[in-house]
């Protein structure tokens, strides 16, 4: 600030809470109602202060779903979601980093011809070859199965891209050394780059594993049991069918629960969580 | 930029991208292919034969009154999102840059929505403005507004609107913020003295240089508000009431896996694809270079 000017300061401070408040009421809201007993949610008595029923919706949602709409227990619907979130952020860190490697420290033929086909999938999300992907996914017989979905998802041109940007800072005299030592590429790459990229590796990681989580068209095309259900579609089933017979404290409960793990993730590593945002973007 | 120092392996490369390659071929240049092939092919509706059809796919799509009515509401949609979350986040991010004290903690309690997944976010602002259950819908009522986004349209895109930007201001606040602090104090002080007033400050010297961060965050909130928040539209309208939230991308899904129209829905991939390619285009022509840390 150049002047001294409090009331603009104040103002400003004004402007933020409020801010704040929009940003989170939404979530107090839902979990003041987790913590409430299901009749009075359903006939719109929600008291703005946690009720007594925390434990029980959220026992309820863990161990045995919404029973009358859908029964899958929400424990293994969190449980697939962290196999899915993880499985996609270590594959697609794993491949990129070994493909920006090759791009990089390599010089062979249809390097660039690679390198461009990695950053067209850019252009290629999920939603404008919804069915021919489902169909291969069913002919390779990976419908309800992890491999499904993950596989799939695990190109990245926006960490290949990343990785790329960053060896390309890593100077010559830093190969060049390790080669007169006689290491090979293979023994350059494990203790020399990976180490190097460990913040970078960080940063993506935090940023794959939310997107992996959030995951919800591609599930919802290749899942058809409740067993391979990730709590976000998860959530969607529970609710269905007439308002009145949804089991509105445990859908609460289990939408607290669907986005707790992120948002730690992002609220714990929130210096790598912002590294990780502003680089993938640039 | 090009390397002097290589290694030299033949195998080696092809191995190493290989994987990426085996996924990129097999789930994305595939099915991209299929797609392109299915949308100038018709099938029987027994999944028996299949002919050439030229453009027929596109024109049957394009002529589509429920087809315009969505491309309408998705630019309804994707515009309205887009400058809600973007105008929300700016006017956080100056204020958070004005503060002298406490601007980290109002960036942790401000960022974390990021984390919240779209169909989330649409649930979490469906039960607030829920008709029976929602405190702030039941409020409304009690004011005499006859709201009720289950059966009403324009409430229910405006509810799908609202959720959706809801998610994106975190995102935009963190580029906004870097982009305001990485402006040189000597330029708003230099304004100053010359005799520049706060607002005339932002208007003349500071919006103008983050207009590139602007830019930029414009395309991909409109990527966003095209593609990721179909999670918003399935899990609190389904497109609904009355085809009102239909965008383009739920659409797409709807008449591909439900309706099981393999032509039309093809034809609208492809158009899709068309919307994703320039949208990419435009981040890296324009944006690349001018965006600054």
Redesign the interface.
């Known amino acids: ?3 001294n ?1 409090p009331i ?2 104040l ?3 004004f ?2 809470i409020i ?2 408040i ?6 107090y ?2 979990f003041v ?1 987790s913590t409430q007993a299901t009749q009075p ?4 008595q ?1 008291s ?1 202060l946690p009720g007594d029923q925390l434990l029980n919706n959220y026992a309820q949602a863990l161990s045995h779903g919404v029973a009358k709409t859908s029964g899958t227990p929400v424990g293994g619907m969190l449980l697939n979601s962290f196999i899915v979130a993880l499985l996609i952020a270590v594959g697609k860190i ?3 980093l ?2 920006a ?8 033929r249809l ?1 660039m011809v ?1 390198f461009w ?2 950053f067209i ?5 999920v ?11 069913a002919e390779l017989g990976m419908l309800d199965s992890f491999a499904g979905l993950t ?2 998802l ?3 041109a926006t960490a ?1 891209l990343l990785f790329r940007q960053f060896f ?1 800072t890593l100077p ?2 830093l ?2 050394a390790a ?1 007169i030592d006689g290491a ?3 023994r ?1 790459l494990r203790d020399m780059v990976i180490p190097l990229s460990r913040t970078n590796i960080a940063a993506l990681f935090v940023i794959l594993f ?1 997107y992996g ?2 995951q ?2 591609w599930p ?2 290749i899942t058809n049991s409740g067993d391979m259900e990730t709590v ?2 998860g ?2 089933r529970m ?1 269905g069918g007439a ?1 009145a017979d949804t089991d ?1 404290g445990a859908v ?1 409960a289990t ?1 607290m629960l ?2 707790l793990p ?2 730690a ?3 714990l590593m ?1 210096r790598w ?2 590294k990780g ?2 680089d993938a ?2 | ?1 090009e ?8 195998v ?3 191995a ?2 290989a ?3 085996a ?10 292919g ?2 392109v092939y ?1 949308s100038v092919l018709r099938e029987d509706p027994f999944g028996l034969s299949s002919r050439f059809v030229w453009f027929e796919n596109f024109e049957a799509v394009l002529s589509d009154e429920y087809y315009l009515n969505s491309l309408g509401t998705t630019a309804v949609f994707s515009l309205s999102v887009a400058a809600l979350s973007l105008g ?1 986040a700016l ?2 991010a100056v ?2 840059n ?3 004290r ?1 601007a980290n903690t ?1 960036r ?14 649409g ?3 469906m ?2 403005f829920h008709p ?4 702030l819908g ?1 409020g409304l009522r009690t004011l005499g507004v006859d709201w009720n986004f289950l059966l009403n349209g324009p409430q229910a895109l405006l509810l799908v609107i609202v959720a959706s930007a ?1 998610k994106q ?3 935009n606040f ?2 906004f913020l ?1 982009g305001l602090q990485s402006i040189p104090k000597s330029l ?2 230099a304004a ?1 003295i010359d005799g520049a007033g ?1 607002r005339r ?1 932002f208007w003349t010297v500071i919006f103008p240089l983050l207009s590139p961060i602007a830019f ?1 965050l414009l395309v ?1 909130n409109m990527v966003y508000a095209f ?1 990721d928040t ?2 918003v539209i ?2 609190v309208t389904g497109g609904g009431p009355g085809k009102a939230t239909e965008i383009l ?1 739920y659409k ?2 709807y008449d ?2 439900i309706a099981l129209d ?1 032509g039309g ?2 034809a609208q ?2 158009i ?2 068309a919307i ?2 320039g949208l ?1 285009v435009v981040q890296f022509r324009y944006v690349e270079k001018k ?1 600054h ?1």
């Open positions: 600030m150049v002047e000017r603009g300061r103002l400003a401070h402007i933020l801010g704040v929009v940003v989170a009421f939404p979530v809201y839902t109602a949610i359903s006939v719109g929600i703005l794993a491949i990129s070994l493909s490697y090759a791009v990089v420290f390599f010089s062979f390097r690679f086909m990695i999938t850019l252009m290629l999300p939603e404008v070859r919804i069915l021919p992907t489902y169909k291969v996914v596989i799939p695990i190109a990245s290949t390309l010559d005299e190969v060049e080669k090979g590429p293979l350059f939310i989580w959030n919800y068209l919802l095309l976000i579609i959530i969607k609710m308002d509105w609460m939408t669907a986005m992120p948002v993730v992002v609220m929130q969580f912002v945002l502003v973007e640039k | 930029m390397r002097r120092a290589i290694f030299g392996n033949r080696l490369p092809y190493l991208v994987p990426q390659l996924i990129t071929l097999v789930f994305f240049f595939w099915p991209a299929q797609a299915q929300v006017l956080l204020q958070a004005n503060v002298i406490g109002y942790t309690l401000l960022i974390w929505p990021y984390a919240v997944a779209p169909a989330i976010a649930v979490l602002w039960f607030m029976s259950i929602g405190l039941r809801w201001v975190s995102y963190i580029f870097a708003t002080e100053a706060p400050r930029f991909v593609f179909f999670g399935h899990a991308v797409v899904y591909g896996m393999l829905s093809a991939s492809v899709l694809l994703v390619i990419t965006v840390y």
